[in-house]
């Protein structure tokens, strides 16, 4: 996997910057060393950022004036400086590394929870199939019954116990343990009975436990969501604290540390230029994510679909992706390289459009997560209402265009496909959720007019 390279591979989605620019709504997290980390120009979620006012602790550029004017003051700020310099570069690196690690611990929580939710509903499956078996036993062992008493001649005794076909195998049986005749002459269909009936108690028992665990796991993984969510933010205000800071640093510093005629002054006319310039670059890229973000809106983007892409169908929900079903979901064959394998169930479908294709909405919602998350690479998570929700995984290095707590409407343009996480090429991974519990995306979408 070179997630990476993605988007130079490629060059057919907006750059990081590119995407600041046209998406100032998006949370910028994405760029949080899984990607390119650019110069932020926004701040958080809202619009532009505005730099602070330099605290107590920053240097003012009277400060260099001043220091400048004696050896022992600018030898102390030059110090002063660097450290500043360092502890901004420190805080981003404890920060992010404690962000991936959050969003690891997401990944897995995730991932033990949908694993917990399936074997609770494959017990109960399992338990209902042997009820049905215990009632179309007791129901055979009720008509052998039957046909013994008939011809036993004690009609009686038969309307007494058999009036109509049972509707729980437990009355049924209870009724048939007290005929001798059944019982001596017919042990096997009632052993049968009996035992199908054990079976889907335990089963049914064993299903209840394993629903008391899911519903554990399900809090435990909300709990871990919100942890890495918020790690991710702090990992961004500090990425945003840095870059706010140390242009500035930079060049006090390097007004401290020039021995030639050159003043402040001209540092800080050099300083307004770089910005200037950098205005300038942003403009233009600016202009460039537009188009781009036309062309996707257009078809989709990026390779061979089967269409439909961020195109909404009469039920409100739009298809997530042009791309082909390159997996389904369900058990499959477990494919292992560049370090990792991948799960022996598939929790959702793959939908192979072409690196920097465009991902869409699958329904208008909130957005409760956008950010890193373990195997699932950059992923979105939107809160349709109503106990259903819809993720979406892989997206490339800095191509989350949307940020957490933001609304949506059905088939707007919120990522682009990538290969980060736990994948073997550019796709986009998608899972539909009923009440947290993830459900087959290919039956759940075609109910609601949808092929994917």
């Known amino acids: 996997m070179d997630t990476d390279s993605a988007h130079d591979e490629c060059g057919c989605a907006p750059s990081p910057s590119e995407r600041r620019q046209l998406w100032p709504l998006m949370s910028r997290r994405g760029a949080l060393g899984f990607g390119a980390v650019a110069l932020a120009t926004i701040g958080a979620i809202g619009g532009p950022l505005v730099a602070p006012a330099f605290a107590a602790g920053y240097p003012s550029w009277d400060d260099v004036q001043r220091a400048k004017a004696n050896e022992a003051a600018k030898s102390a700020e030059i110090t002063k400086i660097q450290n500043l310099i360092k502890a901004l570069a420190d805080d981003v690196a404890a920060k992010k590394a404690a962000a991936e690690q959050a969003a690891d611990e997401f990944y897995v929580a995730q991932q033990e929870y949908f694993d917990a939710a399936y074997r609770a509903e494959q017990l109960q499956l399992q338990a209902d199939e042997q009820a049905q078996v215990a009632i179309d036993a007791a129901n055979k062992a009720g008509r052998v019954a039957a046909q013994l008493y008939r011809n036993g001649g004690d009609d009686t005794s038969l309307e007494l116990f058999f009036s109509g076909s049972a509707a729980s195998a437990d009355d049924l049986l209870a009724r048939l343990g007290t005929m001798d005749k059944l019982i001596e002459r017919n042990q096997a269909v009632y052993a049968d009975a009996i035992t199908a009936r054990d079976s889907a108690q335990s089963l049914s028992d064993q299903a209840e436990v394993q629903r008391v665990e899911r519903d554990r796991l399900q809090q435990v993984a909300e709990q871990k969501m919100v942890a890495s969510q918020r790690a991710a933010d702090e990992a961004q205000a500090a990425l945003d604290e840095q870059n706010a800071r140390k242009g500035q640093l930079d060049a006090q510093l390097a007004a401290l540390k020039d021995t030639t005629a050159r003043t402040v002054a001209q540092y800080q006319e050099g300083e307004r230029r770089r910005r200037e310039a950098e205005a300038k670059a942003a403009a233009a890229a600016a202009a460039a994510a537009k188009a781009e973000a036309d062309r996707l809106n257009a078809g989709g983007g990026g390779g061979g679909g089967s269409g439909g892409g961020g195109a909404v169908v009469g039920s409100g929900w ?135």
Not at 357 to 370: E, F, K, Q
Not at 385 to 411: E, K, S
């Open 318 to 452: 739009a298809r997530p992706s042009s791309g082909w079903r390159s997996s389904g979901y369900g058990p499959r064959t477990v494919q292992c390289g560049s370090g990792y394998c991948s799960s022996g169930f598939h929790y959702g479908v793959d939908l192979a459009a072409g690196c920097g294709a465009g991902i869409y909405a699958a329904a208008g919602g909130t957005v409760v997560y956008a950010g890193y998350n373990g195997g699932y690479g950059n992923y979105i998570k939107i809160d349709h209402g109503n106990g259903i929700g819809t993720g979406y995984g892989h997206i490339r290095p800095g191509g989350i265009f949307v940020g957490n707590g933001q609304r949506v409407r059905a088939g707007q343009l919120i990522a682009s496909e990538g290969n980060t996480g736990n994948s073997f090429g550019c796709h986009l991974h998608f899972e539909t959720y009923e009440w947290g519990n993830p459900v087959n995306p290919i039956n759940f979408m075609a109910a609601r007019g949808i092929s994917v």
